[in-house]
C-alpha cells in the first residue's frame, strides 16, 4: 500500500467523544474511519473485514485491549496496530510494543502526535510489503519438500502456491521419479486443508478387485474376507485431500463410480447401500499422457475433463540445468549422517559427470546414486571414479567441455551404456589424445563464437524457440542469449562488409 493513499483504519475507543474526536483527527489524515465502543464489536468487524490500520484503547467495557492485541497478532498478523491509553506506564507500553503493537500513545494527545505515528506506522507497513514482495519474487531453493531453483521449478512452485487453498482439483503429470507425490503433499500443505487428513492411493498397486474397496470402503460380509465394516480413502480423506496417484491405471468401470463421486461428493460402500457424503479435495497424478490415454480409450474423458482442472507438469531432472548438483549436495549431507560418513564435496569431474547424465530415472535415480556412493565409499571428496557406470558410460569428453558439441546432442535421450574396460569414456578419450599426441589441423578449428553461437541456436530450437527455457539448460540467463545474439549479428555484419 502507498503510504500517501488513502487508508482504512477501525477505532475502538469506549468513550464518545474521545472516539469521535479521534475519527476527525484520522479522516484528516485520509482514512476511511470505522469506530466501535466495545472489544466484541472490533472483533466482529475483523471477521468481516481487516483494515490497514487499527487504533485500539487498552481499557474497555467489555475486554482488555491487549487480549484484543493478542488475537490480532495470532489471526491478522498483516494489520498494523496502535496502543491508546489514559493509564499509560512505561511497563504496559513495553508489554504492548512486546506483544507486536507498532507504538503506544497515551491520553490526551493532538492530531499531529497522532499524525506522525499514524505515517510512521503507514510507512514501515508499505516498507514491510515491500520486502515481502520482493523475496516472494527471489529463486527458492527449497519448498516444501522440493529441492531446486531452476525457472522451470520456480513456475512449479508459484502454481502451487496459487493453487492451494482451490478446492479445484489438481492433475500431476511427469516421469517416474520426478516427484509427483512431493507435489500432492504440498499442494495440501500450503493449502487451507492442511490440518486436515492427506490419504494417497496408488492405483496401480492395488488389484482389480480391491480398489473399489480402498477408495469406498466395505461394510461386513460384502465379500470372502470382509470381517468388519471398514473405512475407505474417500471417508478418511473427509474435509482433506485425496491423493490418486497412477490414475490412468484405473479400471474403466470404477472411473465410472468416480466420476459420480467427484461431482456430487457422495458414495456407497461396497455392500452397502446407504450413501455417505464426504468433503475432498482431488489431486491425480500420472507417468502418461492422460490426453493419449482418452484418445486411445483407456481413460474416460469425462473423468479426464473433472480432475484436469489445474495441471501441473513436473520437469524431468535433465532439464532442471543446476539443480542437479543442488539436489547432490542436498542428499550427500543426508546420507553422510545416516551413514556416519565425512563426504563434504564433489570433485569437479564428478559435478561434470553428474551435470550432463540424462537421468531417465530422475531424482529417484539420482538418490539411489548418492546412497551408493556413500555407502560403498569412504572419502572426503566425491571422485568420478566412485560413481556407477552406467552414470559414467554416458559421459564423454566433449559433454564435459559442452561448448564443443551441440546443445541437441546434449539435451537427447541417453544411448544405451557402453562399457568401456577399466575406465570411462571421457578418461579413454582423455588417454588417447596424450598417447598419440594428435594436435587437430588447423583447418578444423573454427572460432570459439561460432562453436558457442551452435550450441546456443541448437538449445533454442530443442526448447521450440522458447529462449528462457533454453537458458535454464544452458545454465545461464535469458539476458545472455539476447546481448550474445546482437554481438553475434554486429561481427558478422563487420564480417560481411570486410568480404
Known sequence: MDISSSFTALLVEDSMSLGALYTEFLRADGAK?????????????????????????????????????????????????????????????VDAMRAGAFDFLVKPFDAKRLSITVRNALKQRHLVN??????????????MGFVGESLAMQTVYKTIDCVANSKASAFIVGESGTGKEVCAHAIHHAGSRRDEAFVALNCASIPKDLIESEIFGHTKGAFTGAVANRDGAATRAHNGTLFLDE?????????????????TGVFQRVGGTKEEKVDVRFVSATNRAPWDEVKAGRFREDLFYRLHVIPIELPPLRMRGKDILLLATKLLKEYNKEEGKQFKHFSAEAKQCLKHYQWPGNVRQLQNVIRQVVVLNDAENV????????????????????????????????????LVKGSIEVQGSVTEAQDTGAVAPAADIVPLWITEKQTIEDAIAFCDGNVPKAAALLDISASTIYRKRQSWEELESSLSHEG
Open 130 to 143: 515491500l520486502v515481502a514482495k520482493y523475496e516472494s519474487s527471489l529463486p527458492k531453493p527449497h519448498y
Open 383 to 418: 571422485e568420478l571414479d566412485m560413481l556407477p557406470i552406467q552414470v559414467k558410460a554416458n559421459i564423454n569428453v566433449k559433454q564435459v567441455a559442452p561448448q564443443a558439441q551441440s546443445a541437441t546432442a546434449l539435451f537427447a535421450e541417453p544411448a544405451a551404456p557402453s
Open 247 to 263: 490414475i490412468c491405471e484405473m479400471d474403466l468401470e470404477l472411473q465410472s463410480k468416480l466420476l459420480r463421486f467427484i461431482q
Open 33 to 93: 474511519v470505522t469506530h466501535v465502543n466495545h472489544g466484541g464489536d472490533a472483533l466482529n468487524e475483523l471477521k468481516q473485514w481487516q483494515p490497514d490500520l487499527l487504533v485500539l484503547d487498552i481499557k474497555l467495557p467489555d475486554m482488555s485491549g491487549m487480549d484484543i492485541l493478542d488475537i490480532v497478532q495470532k489471526q491478522y498478523p498483516d494489520i498494523t496496530v496502535i496502543m491508546i491509553t489514559a493509564h499509560g506506564t512505561i511497563d504496559l507500553a
